[in-house]
Nanobody, 119 residues
Framework: QVQLVESGGGLVQAGGSLRLSCAASGRTFSSYDMGWFRQAPGNEREFVAAINWSGSSTVYADSVKGRFTISRDNAKNTVFLQMNSLKPEDTAVYSC????????????WGQGTQVTVSS
């Protein structure tokens, strides 16, 4: 069992930055690939970024490539999402998740943190 708690969301002006954190409980955190997802009102949840268990490999959605950076600190059981050059269209609830045997759908999910970017 893994519990995930996101933090770091808030209100920021366009062009600003935020750093999201996802703290995990459980001794097996370092064995999981991790992902960040977001969901805006009326939209489907969408993939943002992912990182493998060791932190040696990352992947990003085209919409955030070059602006967002995913990283992890396995000693602290935490995964981060550094978000720079934020745009109003980045406004959403951001959630982290572990990758399960069938992908993220059957992984563990946090409750999410709200990010609002004003124009």
């Amino acid at each position: 069992q893994v519990q995930l708690v996101e933090s770091g969301g808030g209100l920021v002006q366009a062009g600003g930055s935020l750093r999201l954190s996802c703290a995990a409980s459980g001794r097996t955190f370092s064995s999981y690939d991790m992902g960040w997802f977001r969901q805006a009102p009326g939209n489907e949840r969408e993939f943002v970024a992912a990182i493998n268990w060791s932190g040696s490999s990352t992947v990003y959605a085209d919409s955030v490539k070059g602006r967002f950076t995913i990283s992890r600190d396995n000693a602290k059981n935490t995964v981060f999402l550094q978000m720079n050059s934020l745009k109003p269209e980045d406004t959403a609830v951001y959630s982290c998740a572990t990758r399960g045997s069938l992908g993220y759908k059957n992984g563990y999910w946090g409750q999410g943190t709200q990010v609002t970017v004003s124009s």
